[in-house]
C-alpha cells in the first residue's frame, strides 16, 4: 500500500500517471497533507510487525492454556490468513466486528470484553509512537 501527496501544482494527468505508477506494486491512494504519511509509516509499514504481536497474544494465551505451541501457532496463522483474505474484500472491518457482535456468539462476549477495556487506547498509543518515531527520522 503505497499512499502519496502532490501539491496543488501538479495537474490530474500527472496524478494519473502516478497512481498508475503505485498500482503495479499495489493499493495507493493520494492524500491531501504530507505529516499523514508518517501515520501510515506507522500502520502499513510494518508488515506484519502489528498483526504478528495481535497472533503471538494469541499463541500466547493459547499455550498459557495448556494447547501445544505448535498447534497453537498453525491455528492462528490460519485465522490471521483467511481473516486477511476476508477483510481485503467485502464488508469493512466495523462492519465484520458489528456482524459478530450482533449475532452475539463466542466471538461476540471477546468482543465485548475487549471493547470494555482500555486496548483500544492502547493500540492508539503504539501507532503514535510509530508515527512519532518516522517523523523524527
Known amino acids: 500500500y503505497s499512499p502519496w501527496v502532490a501539491s496543488d501544482a501538479v495537474e490530474a494527468a500527472d496524478r494519473q500517471h502516478v497512481t498508475r505508477l503505485f498500482e503495479a506494486c499495489g493499493a495507493t491512494d493520494e492524500i491531501a497533507e504530507e505529516p499523514l504519511l508518517d501515520h501510515f509509516t506507522a500502520m502499513t509499514g510494518p ?31 490460519q485465522l490471521f490468513l483467511a481473516s486477511g483474505q476476508m477483510l481485503a474484500e467485502g464488508p469493512t472491518a466495523a462492519e465484520h466486528v458489528q456482524g459478530m457482535v450482533e449475532y452475539a456468539g463466542t466471538t461476540a462476549a471477546g468482543l465485548e470484553a475487549m471493547r470494555a477495556s482500555p486496548l483500544a487506547n492502547l493500540i492508539s498509543a503504539g501507532l503514535t509512537a510509530a508515527a512519532d518515531k518516522a517523523r523524527s527520522l
Open 47 to 77: 508488515v506484519p510487525g502489528f498483526v504478528a504481536y495481535f497472533a503471538e497474544a494469541m499463541i500466547n494465551h493459547a499455550t498459557a492454556q495448556g494447547i501445544p505451541a505448535a498447534v497453537a501457532d498453525k491455528a492462528i496463522r
